[in-house]
């Protein structure tokens, strides 16, 4: 019979314990998120993590331990915002990980589009008459703004042909970004260029979209 065991002292915290939110984006648009989390021990096995700052648990002391997962969907507190998401990690003999954190801001929020004119609401490929002008404002902040020929009014982003500019028009999209909330845009369309995003004579519904930093497109 035995007279000796082994047992094995380990009481170091799980190292290099990251946490990243949506692959490290400044914005998101829902608050359905994923936490990516990385660790420099090598075998997880019996590892677990508790999170906190998101829907389920907004304070640590509401969190629970679970089984740690390399990946994880969560939701965001509700209300638009920078978000900070918290994480630890303990090994399977409980050696906890000091917290880490991540931010990411919350914009749901869908801008508004407002256009003054056209000056002339018909035009044709002849000079003198074949350029129509308009203004836009939109009531929020934008990266990105495109006009398009859509095939009703209530069409969304995708739906549209960009307007080209190879026959004159002007200012038919931008992707400068940081334009601020009611920035005043002019827009030159050309009747060459609204027949190549629309070949065919009759009415075009054309509409504006402009897009938030955290990828929200403007519906009306």
């Given amino acids: 019979m035995a007279s000796y065991f082994n047992l094995t002292l380990d009481t170091a915290v799980p190292s290099q314990v990251a946490l990243s939110i949506n692959d490290g984006a400044l914005y998101a648009s829902s608050t359905a998120v994923t936490l990516n989390i990385t660790l420099g021990d090598e075998d997880p096995t019996g590892y677990q993590m508790k999170i906190w700052g998101v829907a389920a648990a907004k304070e640590e002391a509401e969190a629970s331990w679970e089984k740690f997962a390399a990946a994880k969907g969560v939701n965001l507190t509700s209300g638009d915002g920078l978000k900070t998401v ?128 955290s990828g929200v497109w403007s519906v009306v």
């Fill in 86 to 213: 918290y994480l630890k990690v303990r090994d399977d003999v409980g050696n906890e990980s000091i917290a880490v954190s991540d931010t990411i801001t919350l914009n749901t929020e869908v801008p508004v589009v407002t256009i003054t004119g056209p000056d002339r609401s018909k035009i044709s490929k002849t000079d003198g008459f074949s350029k129509a002008v308009i203004h836009f404002t939109a009531d929020v902040p934008f990266e990105e703004y495109k006009v398009c020929v859509v095939p009703a009014a209530s069409a969304q982003q995708d739906a549209g042909i960009s307007i080209p500019t190879d026959g004159g028009s002007v200012n038919t999209s931008g992707a400068a970004g940081g334009y601020p909330a009611a920035t005043n845009i002019q827009v030159t369309i050309t009747g060459t260029d609204l027949e190549s995003a629309s070949p065919g004579d009759g009415v075009k519904v054309i509409k504006v979209f402009v897009r938030n930093a």
